[in-house]
């Protein structure tokens, strides 16, 4: 059985198809077959006009068309389409919507920060050793930044803050939002000290790839973070798409993801991220398998 995820960011929008099959061996029944990503930047139009333009209304449009066309190649039986911070901002978002399914074929789904954040979660205490502990479930994108607070395996808290990189770069996060966020955090760790993060977001898995961790953890120490955001944060783009390898849509918003994760590891007095490349796209395919398979 093959299943899909569309999930339409603030920054990057992704199509991710995995394969199911419940009589292979253990180490054969999840693949994955097609992870596309596509930098379409909504958060460029909406954080700073309020709406997507029409330019990029048909950037999606074709790049939903072809979404549409590989779930056929791949003989897709299941999938979802959701849409997070920007399309949840845009005045025209729901217009946008009705459009897409139209021409499409394929419902979009405007998912509350709190869904969100509680599919990440979900997956995440499926898949990483997080069931005995405190831990703090970090998804830091353009438009927000969810939050899920896990104390042995289950949720506390799940919160959504509109702090996220694309919406840094824009000037539009304001300082009772990003004080918000930390005073939630700081709470936390008073009451639950010893709290582990876990970070996801394409941001924090290429600040973990340049950091060159030696051996097989997938831990990132704050310290080799603050060190990394000292070498890029002086840089132009230019010279941190040439120095460092980065393409343009990672170069500007690296900087912005890279000061929520050391501001959140400074609220919660942690000295290190863990680091287990798990995405929404993941979440959500993995969650219709759950209810597929209940």
Do not use: W
């Not at 992870?35 to 330019?55: M, T, W």
Request: with cysteine; proline share 3%; glycine share 8%.
């Amino acid at each position: 059985m093959n299943i899909a995820a569309i999930d339409i960011g603030s920054n990057g929008a992704r199509l991710l198809i995995k394969s199911f099959d419940d009589n292979a061996p253990s180490a054969l029944r999840i693949k994955k077959l097609l992870f596309l990503r596509i930098p379409l930047r909504l958060g460029k139009d909406v954080f700073a006009l309020g709406k997507v333009s029409k330019e990029r209304q048909h950037m999606m449009m074709h790049m939903l068309k072809g979404f549409r066309q590989f779930m056929l190649l791949y003989k897709v039986e299941h999938f979802r389409a959701c849409a997070t911070s920007a399309m949840r901002d845009a005045g025209n978002g729901k217009k946008i919507m009705r459009r897409i399914e139209k021409e499409t074929g394929i419902r979009l789904e405007i998912i509350p920060g709190s869904e969100e954040a509680q599919l990440l979660c979900n997956n995440l205490v499926e898949n990483t050793e997080s069931r005995v502990g405190n831990f703090a479930y970090v998804d830091v994108g353009g438009g927000s930044t969810e939050i899920s607070l896990l104390h042995d395996g289950v949720l506390a808290e799940s919160h959504s803050f509109n702090v996220g990189t694309l919406r840094m770069l824009a000037g539009a996060v304001t300082p009772e939002e990003r004080n918000a966020m930390c005073r939630i955090l700081e709470k936390y760790a008073e009451e639950f000290p010893g709290t582990k993060i876990i970070g996801s977001g394409g941001n924090i898995n290429r600040l973990f790839k340049l950091a060159k961790i030696k051996g097989n953890s997938r831990c990132l120490p704050v310290s080799s973070l603050k060190s990394l955001y000292a070498s890029l944060a002086p840089l132009s783009i230019e010279e941190r798409m040439e120095k460092f390898h980065l393409k343009d849509d990672r170069a500007d918003v690296i900087i912005p993801a890279a000061e929520i994760f050391m501001l959140v590891a400074q609220s919660l007095k942690c000295e290190s991220i863990i680091v287990p490349n798990i995405s929404l796209a993941d979440s959500i395919v993995d969650g219709i398998y759950r209810n597929l398979s209940l």
